[in-house]
């Protein structure tokens, strides 16, 4: 491609229409660096023709862009108006499964392709691509990470060719040397089946990562059919290819032919009715009473490959806690593990601790679907947040160490208000914060956030932060003073950053100044006003969302767990409407 094409560009601000499926992470990333950019962005979903049609009307963009779109944009506009399709795949490459094959093939490099709508899905010219390694991983993380980072370079490259008057985007010629995609079929459930009596850890592996995040591999278990998600390898344990023989927190192993390997969720097939992913031991848990519970020591030394979704690594006086829990939410058990092994960190002789997160998500706060589960989610909501709050507080309080957030992955209501509990939050720079919980169905929220909040930034932003609803990214998050400071890193180089920071503020020669400080603060924080009135004000706020009259919490939860598709986008994101 013409990557070195020189272009004279006039650098205009431009009113952009996201034509999108859904307000994903690709799509909010997109959100925030275009409009760090200057542009002026309005968002429409994929609801029907008529409201795309009414949208480009009321809104008169210069430019389109479908990060996440399922469906054909409307032939009288992509004929009068640019539209960037995001293909998240190598050039030449169509079709809906772009990034499951791509797993399933053991591509060792991939990309993402900008190319413009027309009458054939993915077949139109190429403003831009980018390429990345594959790593063995699921979907949902590629996507996440290198779909995402490919993704908004590739736009950002696509929207400096829009600007220029020379460059002319380049038709798809598959007779060009470096055309090296095609035209692939969806994956099929065939396509993705498991052979228990044949087939290796490592391909049941791959067959799982390549379905991740959605549709998940059908399969059977206890003669039901579920879909299967969130699995890693497991190194010790061993047992009759297909047989579950182990069960740990939210998990079950189950033995292949070569070994074992763990499925951390399921999500039930039904044909009658909508159901959804849940903890893999809460969806079978009638099946599993025989199933023996192998523990895992979040201290252990040396786990190796195993399923763990909180641990602890000691590195001289620095304590790092893991807690990579499933697309970031946390269950009222996990929260109190969490906050079980944090209390044992800070028993420990170590100056200071850091809150890793997962390398997907830093957190998503409380588990809606394991919510929606329960017999009654409001008395499951409340022993959620209760949990939460318990665990918030343990950090706020901690007066033997100071405690660094270090954000490797997204963050979403009450999981940003868990990182604002830390003394230092940084951040790599290409996460993206949504830190509200009004979009819940005006929920108000806990997790401390109206004692964390005001600490760190001025009066108008905490209103626009959880009024607005809007995604933050990480650079405005710093200028705000939300997060101390972000980081163009790799996952692994912003880890070794960290160590950085830590060993520093460990070896500070300050540090009992600093933590006397902290403690002194925290102090005259309490007399101005206790944690405690802090946490019951908030939760008079939440027993009304959970208890109360209104039940909108309970409809948006519903509509949130059940994927229910929109009927309508929200006004926040619809400028158009506003104009
Ligand atoms: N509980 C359960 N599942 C959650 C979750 C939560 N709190 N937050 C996110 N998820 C799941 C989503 O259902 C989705 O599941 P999938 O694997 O089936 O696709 C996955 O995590 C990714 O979420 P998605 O919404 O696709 O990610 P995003 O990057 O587009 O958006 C958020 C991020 C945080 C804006 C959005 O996930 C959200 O609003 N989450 C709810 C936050 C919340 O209200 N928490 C409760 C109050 S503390």
Redesign the pocket.
Known sequence: MANNFRVSVKTIELKILFLTH???????RLFVELTRCGHSISIEFDINDAVTCQAVELFQPDLIIAPFLKRAIPETIWRKHTCFIVHPGIIGDRGPSALDWAIMHDRQEWGVTVLQANAQMDAGDIWASEIFPMRFARK?SLY?HEVVEAATRAILTAIVRFQSDTFKPLPLDYSCPGVLGRLHAPVRQLDRSINWQQDKSLTILKKIHAA???PGVLDTLYGESYFL?DACREECLTGRPGTVIAKRNNAICRATVDGAIWIG?L?QKNNTEST??LAATMALKNHLTDVPEISFDPFSKEPGNTYRDIWFEQKDAIGYLHFTF?????DTKQCERLREAYLKATERSIRVIVLMGGPD?WC????????ERAISPADESWCN?NA?NDLVQAIITTNQQLTIAALQG??????V?LSLAADYIFTRDSI?L?PH?K??GN?Y???YWTYLLPRRVNESHVKSLTQNRL?IGALEARNIGLMDDCFALSPIDFKKKITQIAETIANDPNFPVLLQRKVHQRQVDEQQKSLQNYRDEELRHMQLNFYGFDPSYHV??YH??H?IPHSWTPRYLARHHHL
């Open positions: 859904s307000f994903n992470s690709l799509a909010q949902s996440r991740d995040g959605f998600f969720h999500k959804f992913k499933y697309n970031g939410a946390m998500f998503n706060g409380i588990h809606l679907n394991h919510i947040i939460m997204n963050a979403g209501a009450g999981g208000f993206i949504n919980y979009s819940m929920l929220g806990s997790e995604p948006a939860r949130f767990v994927k």
